[in-house]
């Protein structure tokens, strides 16, 4: 009966309202397309498609044209006729090629992201190092045997790795609080790049939908409901290196119901002497079904298991003397393993009053074991100065929003409200002095984490026609728990805090071809709850403050600009350093910076684009000319050239720059800048079989991807020395790809 309903309000709705309101479908293939912009080209009323391919435009009549749009797709013109009118539209879009010269600033909801799609679009990603890069002006690199996520740099921020950016996948946090190696610890390695659909992402705290961790900005990315075609994926490279890849469908729209099953192995002993040993299992499926063209359910499941062996970090002065060559080791004993396993139900519906529901509850089971040595024999000079981290964790969650357009005749308010909840149980996480990865010499730290985050938030996006206002606010509650399991006594620690956050937002759209944004509000990052409940920190949610001011330009139909003017200020910075167990309270600190993006349409099958960001970092409490913020970078660019569909080749080359960088407080150290060129190549033999080589680091630059200023004592030394230890960057690397589509 519910459903009877269900299809005759869908059927009977345009016979009570067809005056002044249309509702539709925007489809590919009878799957609903997200975010198409639909036009009214008499009343100039525009709507955008829903999770579910709905849309509803307002003061509508007989006779009026509709235009349909979405990049990377035909745009449709629709004339308004009586018979139309009677039921609701069906607009079925078809594919084509992604072109800078369709993009029009006023139709999108992100432009920025919708940039960022057609880099995808143009320059697939090749290997789960480059999932991060495509998000314009973030570094990574990558300093523990491959296993161990990846460095972030953004924004004049050395994040470490993730407390700064908020990552996600499908609507499940990938940022692990209290973890055993540091704060929002984010490994991304259980993403398999081909199965990834879209990035979106947003610089700076402005973003009530991201909570914890969005300081520097957010990251989501968003998995493919289903295959355009299996694939089957063989790539072999130096360092016996290799990787094998099979996508599959399960289910191809039968019954509204898709289902696909993805599979990659990835190992390799990479460039150093003594070998990494590497490898990694990544498993998922998913599932999606459309019932009555008003609700969509979504399963995934996924599992990645992972093993290394790591040079470490080197000192420079062996390096300089010649008793190792760069891709030597001091303590090749280091590495560890990890796994993940995930399970996340998505659902989307429309409720009465045309209330959009999106939620999702997750679960995530995961393991780390992590063998460092970064000093040496500083501190035990008979044993070394091995560390063993370590900790088990579940996760439990479910995020809930609320959509609903509301027309006020002479301007619209898009409301979104919001409430999600997130559940850490972490057992017997651990700091230990180890010997050879078997001998635990000292526990340093081990017990038990649980940490709650519960949060809501409101956000009412003003529609006035040329200039959009988004007032918004978010409610944090978080609650640490610790049980100290070397304490004599029982020791269960607790404590709980809340944040206020409000976020203000004002887009003006002076023409088709220039848009204008401010954007300012508050973010934070929680701290870890050792750190928390055992040092008696009086603000565990240090909050951050940020504004930006920029502008998005397309002077002509195949070049886009966009910049920005921002400020950052963070009330105080806790720096937890996970490999020794303490914090380092740093105070406040204020970054500002200017970013410049350029995207070029060269021509249909050539495009160009880059992105730059310059920071200046500061501390406020230490004299000038000492405060400086370590291994902060200060300018960075990253671009590439792309082609496709060329005499079937198609392939790219792509750059990234790091500046020299202050290492200490004072700049009297400097961690060393590079530039690396990476390049691919690929031949589509038919519509089936395509063989392709990549060239990382292809002029084989020598170049140091992580560096550190560390105090480290060699077994033969009298006395320590401070100087930059360093993970050398990838030298020339050559692999080739064989893949058969079907």
Same mark, same amino acid.
């Given at each position: =009966? ?63 044209? *509709? ?12 004339? +308004? ?21 369709? *993009? ?15 880099? +995808? ?54 940022? =692990? ?7 929002? #610890? ?7 790049p081909e199965t990834i659909n879209n990035i979106s992402f947003g610089k700076g705290p402005y973003y009530a939908n991201h ?6 900005g957010f990251v989501d990315f968003k998995t493919k409901d289903k295959l355009d075609d299996n694939l089957i994926s063989f ?24 289902? #696909? ?22 498993? =998922? ?14 399963? /995934?499941?996924?599992?990645? /298991? ?40 998505? #659902? ?82 651990? +700091? ?40 918004? *606010? ?135 684009? /880059?992105?730059?960001?310059? /920071? ?39 750059y990234r720059y790091v500046d020299d960088r202050p290492a200490n407080e004072d700049n009297s150290v400097q961690a060393e ?70």
């Amino acid at each position: =009966m519910k459903n009877i309903l269900i299809l005759l309000v869908l059927v009977g709705f345009t016979l009570t309202i067809s005056a002044q309101t249309v509702k539709g479908f925007v489809t590919d293939n009878n799957q609903p397309l997200e975010n198409a912009y639909v036009y009214n080209q008499n009343s100039k009323q525009h709507s955008h498609t829903n999770q579910l391919g709905q849309f509803i435009i307002n003061d509508t009549k007989v006779g009026d044209s *509709l235009v349909i749009g979405l990049l990377g797709y035909q745009k449709q013109s629709v004339l +308004l006729t009586e018979a139309l009118l009677q039921q609701p539209l069906v607009i079925n879009l078809k594919t084509k090629a992604f072109l800078l010269d369709e *993009l029009v600033l006023t139709e999108p909801v992100n432009v920025i992201n919708s940039m960022v799609k057609i880099d +995808l679009a143009t320059d697939p990603i090749n290997s789960s190092q480059e999932i991060l890069r495509k998000v314009p002006g973030l570094i990574i690199g990558q300093h523990a045997g491959g296993g161990k996520a990846e460095q972030i740099f953004l924004r004049g921020f050395d994040v470490d790795h993730g407390t700064d950016v908020a990552l996600s996948v499908d609507g499940m946090p990938v940022n =692990m609080v209290s973890h055993a190696h540091g704060q929002g #610890y984010s490994d991304l390695h259980f993403l398999i790049p081909e199965t990834i659909n879209n990035i979106s992402f947003g610089k700076g705290p402005y973003y009530a939908n991201h909570g914890d961790f969005n300081t520097a900005g957010f990251v989501d990315f968003k998995t493919k409901d289903k295959l355009d075609d299996n694939l089957i994926s063989f790539s072999a490279g130096q360092f016996n290196s290799l990787r094998t890849l099979g996508l599959f469908n399960l289910l191809d729209n039968k019954n509204a119901q898709n289902a #696909y099953v993805a599979v990659e192995y990835i190992e390799t002993d990479g460039p150093f002497e003594s070998p990494q040993n590497f490898d990694r299992l990544n498993l =998922m499926t998913k599932y999606n079904a459309y019932l009555n063209n008003n609700s969509k359910i979504g399963v /995934t499941l996924s599992h990645f /298991t992972s093993q290394w062996d790591a040079s470490g970090q080197i000192p420079q002065r062996l390096v300089d003397d010649g008793t190792i060559s760069n891709f030597g080791a001091v303590d090749d004993t280091e590495g560890g393993e990890t796994s993940r396993t995930n399970f996340n139900i998505q #659902y989307s519906t429309i409720l009465d009053n045309d209330v959009e529901m999106q939620t999702n509850a997750f679960y995530s089971n995961y393991d780390f074991l992590l063998y460092s040595n970064f000093t040496f024999f500083l501190d035990d000079p008979v044993n070394g100065d091995q560390i063993k981290q370590k900790e088990d964790r579940n996760i439990f969650g479910f995020n809930t929003q609320f959509k609903k357009n509301k027309n006020y005749n002479s301007f619209d308010v898009n409301y979104t409200s919001g409430v999600g909840l997130r559940f850490d149980d972490v057992n017997d996480i651990e +700091l230990s002095h180890t010997l050879n990865r078997k001998e635990t010499l000292e526990n340093i730290q081990l017990g038990n984490v649980n940490q709650r985050n519960l949060y809501g938030f409101f956000n009412a996006e003003i529609d006035l026609g040329k200039v959009t206002i988004t007032p918004a *606010l978010r409610l944090e509650y978080i609650k640490f728990q610790y049980q100290d399991q070397l304490s004599d006594t029982y020791s269960n620690l607790t404590d709980t805090e809340v944040a206020l956050l409000p976020k203000l937002s004002i887009q003006y759209n002076q023409n088709n071809n220039v848009q204008w944004f401010l954007k300012s509000g508050i973010g934070f990052h929680s701290n870890d709850s050792r750190v928390v409940l055992n040092q008696n920190i009086d603000n565990a949610l240090p909050k951050a403050y940020g504004v930006d001011l920029g502008n998005i330009w397309k002077p002509t139909d195949k070049l886009v600009l966009n910049s920005a003017l921002w400020y950052l200020f963070s009330e105080e910075e806790f720096v937890y350093v996970g490999d020794a167990g303490i914090i380092e309270p740093s105070g406040k600190s204020e970054r500002y910076g200017v970013d410049f993006g350029v995207r070029y349409q060269v021509s249909d099958n050539i495009y160009f684009n /880059t992105d730059a960001t310059y /920071t200046r970092a500061r501390s406020l409490e230490e004299d000038n000319g000492n405060d400086y913020i370590p291994l902060a970078p200060d300018f960075t660019v990253v671009g590439g050239l792309s082609f496709k569909d060329i005499n079937n080749f198609s392939g790219g080359i792509n750059y990234r720059y790091v500046d020299d960088r202050p290492a200490n407080e004072d700049n009297s150290v400097q961690a060393e800048g590079y530039f690396v060129t990476d390049l691919n190549l690929n031949y589509a033999f038919d519509n089936h079989w395509k063989l392709g080589v990549s060239i990382e680091n292809l002029f084989d630059t020598n170049w140091k991807e992580t560096q550190f200023l560390t105090e480290s004592r060699l077994q033969n030394e009298a006395a320590s020395v401070e100087e930059i230890h360093f993970t050398p960057g990838t030298p020339f690397y050559f692999k080739t790809t064989l893949s058969y589509s079907f």
